[in-house]
C-alpha cells in the first residue's frame, strides 16, 4: 500500500505540474507547456498484464504442465500471439495477434487488478489534493478529483473505446486521410479490445517521415483539420492525441499519406452552449474582435481573467493577441527548433511566473470542466506541432475558421423555419468562406514572391559557375 500511495503521489505531482506548477523543476511557468492534466490516468499500478487466462499465464511457472495448458486457450483464439508487448499505458497493454482466418489485430488487454483498486486510487488522490489545499491554500485542484472520478470508469470499459472509434470513424468518414481501426466485436470485453492492426510511425517521428517521403506540412494541416472539426463542428473530442496515439503511414494500397487514430477511450462530448461560444471565441481571436474576445472569454468562465484565459487557450503573449494571433503567426525565430534558442513568446510568458499561480488555479476552478481537456487537447497538438516545426501557421488560424464559420452557419439553420432566411445564411456562409479562399490565396502568392525574390537576390549574390 505504501509502494502503491508513493506511485499516486508521483502521478498527483505530475498533475499538478501540468496545470502549471513547473516552478520546482524548471523555475518558471510555461503556458506553452500548460494544459488540464491527464485525466483519468490515476491508476499507477505496474502488475501483470493480462486478458484473464495471460494473467494466470504469467504467474506459472515458464514450461510446467499449466503453462502448457494455458499457452493452449491462446491457441483456440488465436493462430499466434506476440507476448512481448507493443506498448503499455497506465491502464492496459496491447499485443500484436494473429487470428485463425489470418486477420492481423491488435489486443489491447487492462491491467489486473485495475477495476478493483481505481476507487481506492481515487479517494487517495483526493487525500493528497486536499492536503496540497492545506499547505498552499491559494490552489485549487479538487477538480483533479471530480474528473478522474468521471472519466475513469468510461476509459476503463473497452467496450466504450470501441464504440467511440467507431463514432469518430463515420463522423469524419469525409476525411480520407484518417484511419480508425476497425474494431472486431465478436472478440472483445469489457477488459479486451481487438482491433484492426495498423502499423506506422509516430507522429512526431521526422526521420521516419523523411525516410518515406511523408510530407510534415500536410500532417499539421490535416491534423488541424480533423481537430477542428471534431471541436467546432461535431462537438466531439478525442483527448489524447499524444503521439503513441496517432501514427502516420502510407496506405500500403493506395500510397496516400493516412493519419491513423489509437487509443479512444478518453472524448469530450461538447455542449452546444459551450461549442458555439468557443467558436465566437476562436473567431474573434482569428479576426482581432477584442471585444468579443473579452466576451466570449467570460462567457467560458474566464470573469477577469479573460486575458491569461486567452494567453493559456493560444500559446500567445498578451501582445500577440492584441496584434492579433491570425495575422502574426509564431515564426521560424520564435520556434524552439534548438535547445539553445529562446522562444520569444516563452519569455515574455516565464517573466515574473510565479505571479500567474494564484490566478491559473483560481481559472481552473472557474472554467466549465469540458474547457479542462480541451486546454490538454490543445497542448498535447502543439507538442506535436512544435516536433514538426509547423507551429500555428496561418493556414491552421483559417481552417479552423472555416470550421467555425461551418459550425455558426448550421446553427443557425436550424434554429429558422424560413426559407428565406436559411438561403440568406447560406449565402453568407458561401460568403465568409469565398473570403477565407481569398486570403488564403493572397498569403500563398505572397510566399511564392518572396520565394521568388530570394531566389533571385541569391543568383544576383552568387558569382555565375565557370
Known amino acids: 500500500m505504501a509502494r502503491r500511495a508513493l506511485k499516486l503521489a508521483s502521478w498527483t505531482s505530475m498533475a499538478l505540474a501540468a496545470s502549471g506548477f513547473y516552478l520546482y523543476r524548471n523555475k518558471y511557468l510555461d503556458l506553452n507547456d500548460f494544459g488540464a492534466v491527464r485525466v483519468g490516468r490515476a491508476v499507477a499500478t505496474t502488475a501483470v498484464i493480462s486478458y484473464d487466462y495471460l494473467t494466470s499465464l504469467r504467474s506459472v511457472p515458464y514450461g510446467s504442465e499449466e503453462y502448457l495448458q494455458l499457452r493452449s486457450k491462446i491457441h483456440d483464439l488465436f493462430m499466434s500471439f506476440d507476448d512481448a508487448p507493443l506498448g503499455a499505458a497506465s491502464l492496459a497493454q ?51 478529483v471530480d474528473e478522474a472520478k468521471k472519466n475513469l470508469p468510461l476509459e476503463l470499459d473497452f467496450l466504450n473505446e470501441g464504440r467511440n472509434a467507431e463514432k469518430v470513424a463515420q463522423m469524419l468518414k469525409h476525411f480520407d486521410f484518417l484511419k480508425v481501426p476497425q474494431i472486431y466485436w465478436e472478440l472483445s470485453t469489457k477488459r479486451v479490445l481487438l482491433m484492426e492492426f495498423v502499423d506506422g510511425g509516430q507522429v512526431n517521428d521526422r526521420d521516419y517521415m523523411e525516410r518515406n517521403k511523408i510530407d510534415v506540412n500536410e500532417i499539421s494541416r490535416h491534423l488541424g483539420k480533423m481537430y477542428s472539426e471534431m471541436i467546432f463542428v461535431n462537438g466531439f473530442v478525442h483527448c489524447d492525441p499524444h503521439p503513441g496515439n496517432v501514427l502516420v503511414r502510407k496506405c500500403p494500397g493506395t500510397g496516400k499519406v493516412e493519419i491513423v487514430l489509437l487509443d479512444h477511450g478518453l472524448y469530450q462530448v461538447l455542449t452546444e452552449e459551450f461549442r458555439l461560444d468557443y467558436c465566437h471565441l476562436w473567431q474573434s481571436l482569428i479576426w482581432t474582435d477584442m471585444k468579443s474576445v473579452k466576451k466570449y472569454s467570460q462567457r467560458l468562465g474566464a470573469g477577469d481573467l479573460y486575458p491569461l484565459f486567452t494567453c493559456m487557450l493560444t500559446a500567445r503573449s498578451w501582445d500577440s493577441v492584441n496584434r492579433g494571433i491570425g495575422q502574426t503567426p509564431v515564426t521560424a525565430t520564435e520556434r524552439k527548433t534548438d535547445s539553445k534558442q529562446v522562444n520569444k513568446q516563452d519569455s515574455e510568458i516565464r517573466n515574473n511566473a510565479a505571479n500567474y499561480l494564484p490566478q491559473i488555479s483560481r481559472l481552473l476552478s472557474l472554467v ?21 516545426g509547423t507551429r500555428a501557421s496561418a493556414t491552421s488560424f483559417l481552417n479552423m475558421s472555416r470550421c467555425c464559420i461551418k459550425a455558426l452557419a448550421a446553427h443557425k439553420k436550424k434554429n429558422t423555419h424560413s426559407f428565406f432566411r436559411r438561403a440568406q445564411i447560406s449565402l453568407s456562409e458561401a460568403f465568409n468562406l469565398w473570403q477565407i479562399n481569398l486570403h488564403e490565396l493572397v498569403l500563398r502568392v505572397k510566399g511564392l514572391r518572396l520565394a521568388s525574390w530570394v531566389l533571385a537576390l541569391l543568383c544576383w549574390l552568387l558569382p555565375a559557375p565557370h
Not at 499485443?95 to 481506492?120: E, F, I, M, N, W
Not at 466549465?368 to 507538442?383: E, H, V, W
Open 368 to 388: 466549465p470542466r469540458q474547457m479542462l481537456l480541451i486546454f490538454k487537447t490543445n497542448d498535447l497538438l502543439r507538442g506535436i506541432e512544435a516536433a514538426l
Open 94 to 144: 496491447v499485443h500484436k495477434a494473429v487470428l485463425h482466418d489470418g486477420r492481423t489485430v491488435a489486443v489491447k488487454v487492462q491491467h489486473p487488478k485495475v477495476q478493483a483498486q481505481s476507487s481506492k486510487d481515487i479517494l487517495l488522490m483526493e487525500a493528497l489534493v486536499l492536503a496540497v489545499k492545506q499547505l498552499f491554500p491559494e490552489f485549487e485542484f479538487m477538480w483533479l
